[in-house]
């Protein structure tokens, strides 16, 4: 079974400014799928980026990247050029086991 | 293409009684996720399905709690007899037959709000 640890609760961060979120997970399996969700006030969840874990490149789409360490089991999330849309709850997931959420707000 | 459609969206019931939340998957999709949401958590894995199968129900709780798939119509989360302890948010989502479900995007549904008085 899988586990996903987000550790900030919360972040903010400037409008056009740059923010990492952290999450660390575990699984026995060596070869897995992470992905990161982002859940507006809407609540509906919306994925943001997918990674394979036997891919060594960090995935990217468009302002957002990962900076995935095998090893160390990590997969951080970061948004460039953060928008005001960007403000959401983003959960770190590891197949069907997901982290607590982390509340980003972005301000103007 | 519609997208995971959910209903409804919101479901109050009185303790004891049944609640039955449907998902529609989206078209093409033969996959279908349940999670539990509670306040200020993140998503809690209960049960994925294909067509007329329960693939990986690890994460039911094992009385009151089952789920369905058919080969027609939407996808069934049933809950009999609600305590306030099942007051959720509940989301299902879908995903595509390409290689093994549980590495696929899966694709959101709203969810459905159940309160339970």
């Known amino acids: 079974a899988q586990t996903v640890t987000q550790s900030q609760p919360e972040m903010s961060v400037q409008e056009a400014e740059t923010v990492t979120l952290s999450c660390t997970y575990d699984?026995?399996?060596?070869?897995?799928?992470l992905f990161w969700y982002k859940q507006p006030p809407s609540r509906q969840m919306i994925l943001v980026i997918r990674?394979?874990?036997?891919?060594?490149q960090n995935a990217t789409e468009n302002r957002f990247s990962v900076n995935f360490q095998k090893a160390a089991k990590s997969f951080s999330l970061k948004i460039s050029d953060s928008q005001l849309g960007d403000a959401a709850m983003y959960f770190c997931a590891c197949e069907l086991a997901f982290g607590k959420g982390t509340k980003l707000t972005v301000n103007p | 293409n519609a997208g995971v459609m959910q209903n409804p969206r919101h479901l109050v019931r009185r303790r004891g009684q049944e609640a039955r939340l449907r998902c529609s998957p989206m078209?093409?999709?033969?996959?279908v996720y349940w999670y539990r949401q509670l306040p200020e958590e993140g998503l809690k894995f209960m049960v994925y399905?294909?067509?007329?199968?329960?693939?990986?129900e690890s994460g039911m709780p094992k009385e009151r709690f089952s789920a369905e798939f058919p080969k027609e119509g939407p996808s069934i989360l049933r809950i009999q007899q609600v305590v306030r302890g099942d007051s959720a948010a509940y989301f299902c989502a879908s995903s595509p037959i390409t290689g093994v479900p549980r590495t696929d995007t899966q694709y959101f549904g709203p969810g459905t709000r159940l309160t339970v008085l």
């Open positions: 399905l294909q067509k007329e199968n329960i693939i990986d």
């Open positions: 078209k093409g999709h033969s996959h």
């Open positions: 990674q394979e874990a036997y891919k060594q």
């Open positions: 699984t026995s399996e060596s070869d897995y799928y």
